[in-house]
């Protein structure tokens, strides 16, 4: 910071506090300025609105005069021959205009009024853009500010048309207004000195500027691409405070507004210097007069300044004394004022440090009192806290840090007790040593900051500890480094007590993997490979054997087995309930049997000879109960001693009966799944054995029909006979495709072809069997990837099951259509319909839909839903049934239907 007496602060404050005053006159010159400008502006702006007014009625007069000559018979004669001098009289009584011309409907010039200018060649406008407009729109056109030919200068036109009778223009009159003249009708205008007023047209061309009456017809363009300007020509009045002339390239300020009716603008400017003349004039004299008094205002303040400062000075002298503890040193001021407070103030505060000093050393006192007390509260701390020196040395250690190192006394502290807690004594959590730089107290040293880092201390009484280290640096108020702190906590117990809330976790999982494990399996020897997985990883087992109890023989059967040696398996195949062996008496008793060390005596002789024989001491057997019977014996075995407590036993037990229940589960599988077999078995061999005597009775049935004479008697009881066996062979071939599929999915014989084809065909074949009338709607090809036969035969059973519940006649609807990307088939029956409780099972085997008594009950299952749900869902489709009771059934599948064709129409699924 700048280093100033009071004296130069003084003068310093005097400035400043003219500085607001300066601000203050600067406020009211932008004040004034803005305020002139706006003024001035405003001024622009109604000039620029009046000069507008009086442009849109001169533009109107214009307007008005060529409507009024323009209807003049004499004109759509177009004879330049009396034209001209008609138009040179009319242009001789409106001296207002330049000239009147007259141009046919092609352009050329018909009559002309300006006698300086020769008859002869005609002008001919009929490219000009105002000519061609007039002609197109057949109403009156302003031009653009135009360099005229005849004479050579600018002006503007006011172009109307000439109609004929028909309405329709014939020629144009044109009015002719030079823009030299039209300026002198402007220049009478109240404009102030250096003031400037233009007129641009549509395209932002100038037709005047009084500030330049000698304008070119280049210089006309300059403000042609003037945003202001073109604001004003789209309508909008705009102003400026600052801009630079495109036209005379000096600072100005204007205004520019819109020609009423007409998409003209004119535009009031006036050079900015000249404008701000008076108020700049106005500015300097307020400065002078601001710069006398800045300076008669320094002169006073340096008087003042030094009058002030004398007993400052002396008060200073007397402060550096008070700092070097002379407390009897005093001042007298005598000015009357705050100066004279100021030194009144401090004699008393010099009276006050007097007694200040045997107040602090009264502080000093009771500090070393709670210091003590400090020191008592620390010794009370639980946790072990080391103070070390920078060089690396134990400065100092709490109660608990001397108990944790074996120490008595802080005298021990140094060589020793550091070289406990920095070296070999201190490891990683999982043992390994830690290095120079990883140690709690190099870190702390180091300025590291550090919370929660576990370590092993292998301690003085021999035991290991983990603890939890906290530590920080320890720095003065300069910032510099004067001890390493570290706090010490020893959660051996507490990390105990963590292990065991996580073995049961552990436990708890496990249970809950051994379920999931087990349920999801039937086979028996996969259950026993996953109650041995699951046993060595959620026991910790050594050795595992699971054997499987037969109650009526009194005699388990070794199933499988983990890390048992050769001949303990083999002694251990068959075990009787009677044995001398642990395995035996946990089936013989159905509890849990428990030996913690079998080689410290009381184990049964063959568990004493399987611990002898694969080294194992720790023993456990678990029977396995199921529905209140025993399955089996599940037995680990441990190759270190193992107390087992309640809660362990518990375990045991659940993971038993876990293990209970999924053996019982694959015996119940394997029962079913060879019920299953001798079922399969049966339907082939029954399929097998109705095949032949069915065919032959329907084959002389059908003979008989054909060939013989018969009676009506004898006809209705042969077509009956040949009736029923075709439905009995059609049941044998249901029964034959059951079998087939029986085992699974079916293998499919895919090819891409189109199904309405089928649907037909199998329609026709169906037509010659049914005296039901089938009703086919399968307009559009429909493309699908499946095996064609077995597709077949669904539609076949489909429509079978459709004749079957009709009423004699009745029709029956077949469908076939595509609904998205897939293919749908329906049969629609006339039938009595499903009741809704029996519609889920319609597609289970030999399920009859209909209650029996129901109208339209035959009494006869059949399996060709049943298959039809086969078929359909092995080709990856879905099969529905849609009724009503009273109004008919629908059966209906749907396929995905193939997107295009495939480069082979045969391939094997499965």
Not at 110 to 132: A, C, H, K, M, V
Not at 537 to 543: E, I, N, Q, T, V
């Amino acid at each position: 910071m700048l280093q100033l007496r009071i004296h130069a602060k003084l003068l310093v404050a005097f400035v400043l506090v003219l500085l607001p005053v300066l601000g203050l006159l600067v406020v009211d010159l932008l004040s004034d300025l803005h305020r002139t400008r706006e003024d001035i502006l405003h001024v622009q702006f109604m000039t620029a609105q009046a000069v507008a007014g009086q442009a849109s009625e001169t533009l109107d007069a214009a307007m008005s005069f060529g409507w009024a000559v323009s209807k003049d018979p004499l004109l759509r004669t177009l004879d330049p021959q009396q034209l001209d001098s008609h138009l040179k009289e009319l242009a001789a009584q409106s001296p207002l205009y330049d000239s009147v011309a007259v141009f046919d409907a092609t352009g050329i010039n018909r009559g002309w009024s300006n006698p300086t200018s020769p008859d002869e060649p005609r002008l001919w406008i009929g490219d000009r853009p105002y000519f061609q407009k007039v002609m197109t729109t057949n109403a009156p056109v302003i031009s653009e500010v135009l360099e005229l030919r005849r004479p050579i200068r600018t002006g503007l036109l006011v172009s109307t048309p000439v109609r004929g009778p028909d309405g329709k223009p014939i020629a144009v009159f044109n009015v002719v207004l030079r823009t030299d003249l039209l300026e002198q009708r402007y220049v009478g205008a109240r404009l102030q000195p250096g003031q400037a007023l233009f007129l641009a047209d549509q395209n932002g061309r100038l037709a005047f500027h009084t500030g330049l009456p000698e304008l070119s017809f280049e210089q006309s363009n300059a403000y042609a691409h003037f945003e202001p300007l073109r604001i004003a020509l789209r309508g909008m009045p705009s102003r400026l405070s600052r801009f630079t002339s495109p036209l005379q390239g000096d600072e100005r300020l204007g205004a520019f507004v819109p020609v009423p009716r007409y998409p003209w603008a004119v535009g009031v400017t006036i050079p900015y210097d000249l404008a701000m003349a008076p108020l700049y004039e106005r500015a300097r004299t307020r400065l002078v007069a601001f710069g006398g008094i800045l300076l008669l205002s320094i002169l006073l303040a340096a008087v003042l300044a030094r009058f002030f400062t004398r007993p400052v000075r002396q008060l200073q002298i007397a402060s550096k004394a008070l700092g070097r503890g002379e407390m009897h040193r005093r001042v007298h001021i005598s000015t009357g004022d705050e100066l004279e407070d100021l030194g009144t103030t401090f004699n008393e505060m010099a009276t006050r440090l007097s007694q200040r000093q045997v107040e602090v050393e009264t502080l000093r006192a009771q500090a070393e009192h709670q210091a003590q007390q400090l020191a008592a509260i620390i010794a009370s701390v639980p946790d072990a806290i080391f103070l070390a020196n920078p060089d690396g040395q134990l400065a100092d250690a709490n109660p608990a840090g001397l108990r944790l190192l074996g120490l008595g006394d802080r005298a021990e502290l140094g060589g020793a007790s550091s070289m406990a807690l920095q070296l070999q004594n201190l490891r990683h959590p999982d043992g390994h040593p830690m290095a120079p730089e990883e140690l709690p107290i190099h870190r702390a040293l180091a300025g590291e900051t550090f919370t929660d880092v576990e370590v092993l201390l292998h301690g003085p009484d021999g035991q290991e500890r983990l603890l939890s280290v906290h530590g920080a640096p320890v720095r003065d108020v300069s910032g510099k480094l004067i001890f390493g702190e570290v706090v010490v906590r020893d959660i051996t117990r507490r990390r105990r007590e963590e292990e065991e809330l996580a073995w049961l976790l552990e436990r708890e999982l496990a249970l809950a993997r051994i379920g999931q494990a087990l349920v999801s399996e039937m086979e028996l020897e996969r259950i026993a490979r996953v109650v041995i997985e699951q046993s060595h990883h959620a026991l910790g087992a050594d050795g595992i054997g699971l054997w499987l109890a037969d109650p009526e023989r009194q005699e388990l059967s070794l199933l499988t087995s983990h890390r048992l040696t050769a001949a303990a398996e083999e002694g251990l195949r068959r075990v009787a309930f009677q044995a001398p062996l642990l395995t035996a008496k946990a089936a013989r008793e159905e509890r849990i049997q428990v030996i913690e060390d079998a080689l410290a005596g009381g184990a049964p002789t063959r568990s004493g000879w399987l611990a002898r024989e694969g080294g194992y001491r720790g023993m456990v057997a678990v029977p396995l109960h199921s529905h209140e019977r025993l399955v089996g014996v599940m037995s680990y075995f441990t190759r270190e001693p193992r107390p087992i407590s309640s809660r362990a036993l518990e375990f045991h037990t659940m993971v038993g009966r876990l293990f209970a229940v999924a053996i019982e589960k694959a015996r119940l599988f394997q029962e079913l799944r060879a019920a299953l077999r001798l079922r399969e078995e049966f339907m082939s061999a029954a399929a097998h054995e109705l095949k032949t005597p069915v065919t032959s009775i329907q084959t002389w049935a059908e003979l008989l029909l054909n060939l013989e004479v018969l009676t009506p008697r004898q006809q209705k009881g042969l077509t009956t006979i040949a009736r029923n066996s075709r439905r009995i062979s059609r049941l044998v071939e249901h029964l034959f495709a059951a079998v087939r599929m029986a085992p699974g999915p079916p293998k499919l014989e895919r090819q891409r072809f189109e199904l309405h084809t089928l649907v037909r065909e199998q329609a026709e074949k169906f037509s010659r069997t049914t005296e039901n009338p089938i009703h086919v709607d399968a307009m559009e090809a429909l493309f699908i990837h499946a095996e064609r036969q077995l597709l077949g035969e669904v539609v076949a059973h489909l429509l079978e099951n459709a004749v079957r519940y009709s009423p004699p006649g009745g029709p029956v609807e077949l469908r076939a259509r595509r609904v998205g990307s897939e293919a749908v088939v329906s049969v629609h029956d006339q039938g009595p319909g499903i009741p809704p409780e029996r519609q889920p099972h319609v597609f289970e085997p030999l399920y009859e839909p209909l209650p029996p008594g129901a109208p339209g009950y035959t009494g006869v299952v059949h399996l060709g839903l049943h298959l039809s749900r086969q078929i359909i869902e092995a080709h990856g489709g879905r099969i529905w049934v849609e009724s009503h009771p009273g109004e008919g059934s629908t059966f209906c599948f749907s396929l995905p239907l193939s997107p295009a064709p495939l480069k082979e129409d045969s391939h094997t699924y499965s």
